[in-house]
């Protein structure tokens, strides 16, 4: 079933409250965005001091170049899934081991200038892939549809994999990403923009729930 992610992005506790606080009655799992100043140059809530609501599933996205530390930090807090970059320092196969050996999905974001190709010797390892379209750092970016070539190669090498999207989603492209094999929508401006957070959210996945019963 396809699953509408509001996505947290903040620089600081005061960010993170509010935006936590307008998708937090509604959300059934939400992408907590962390950067490290360096990999994405804004700089974010630091780790430990990240959380979200009870019985939600709370999925990190590390924008970091050397993730390994603020993944062990995470880990403590038992989160869904830590998503760290292909383009990232360090090796994939030990982030894989690290997470699963805590009963933790680990995902690969790659960039849009990043080949598919370059994540294929560890899909084995990897539970999900997020096919990156936004801007690094921050809300609004555009959702660059010929991204979806990506979501096709991968489809057809492992069925079963989970595949996100970050960038750019909206009420008038999630049909498109839907049909095109996108699990998973990241949903940063589009709801913390939105003068009623809950109806759009609502309105993102009724679409996406018809898209993927046609």
């Not at 509010?18 to 998708?23: C, E, I, L, R, S």
């Not at 630091?46 to 530390?69: E, I, S």
């Not at 979501?151 to 049909?179: K, M, T």
Request: include cysteine.
């Amino acid at each position: 079933m396809p699953v509408v992610c509001p996505a947290i992005l903040a620089a600081d506790t005061k960010a993170y409250h509010q935006q936590m606080a307008k998708v937090a009655d509604f959300a059934e799992r939400i992408q907590i965005d962390l950067t490290d100043g360096q990999f994405a140059s804004r700089l974010t809530l630091k780790p430990q001091d990240a959380w979200w609501p009870v019985g939600v599933m709370a999925d990190f996205h590390l924008m970091y170049k050397n993730p390994t530390r603020a993944i062990e930090t995470i880990l403590e807090h038992q989160p869904h899934m830590i998503i760290v970059h292909s383009e990232a320092d360090g090796h994939f196969e030990s982030v894989a081991s690290l997470c699963h050996h805590r009963g933790v999905k680990v995902g690969v974001a790659v960039l849009q200038q990043t080949p598919i190709a370059t994540i294929m010797p560890a899909l084995h390892h990897i539970d999900h892939v997020l096919v990156f379209s936004g801007s690094l750092g921050s809300f609004g970016g555009h959702a660059n549809l010929d991204m979806l070539k990506k979501v096709e190669v991968l489809r057809h090498q492992r069925p079963d994999i989970e595949i996100g999207w970050d960038g750019g989603v909206n009420d008038q492209n999630i049909a498109r990403l839907a049909s095109g094999g996108v699990d998973v929508f990241n949903v940063g401006g589009y709801l913390q923009s939105a003068p009623d957070a809950e109806q759009a959210y609502k309105r993102l996945q009724r679409i996406a729930d018809e898209t993927g019963t046609t």
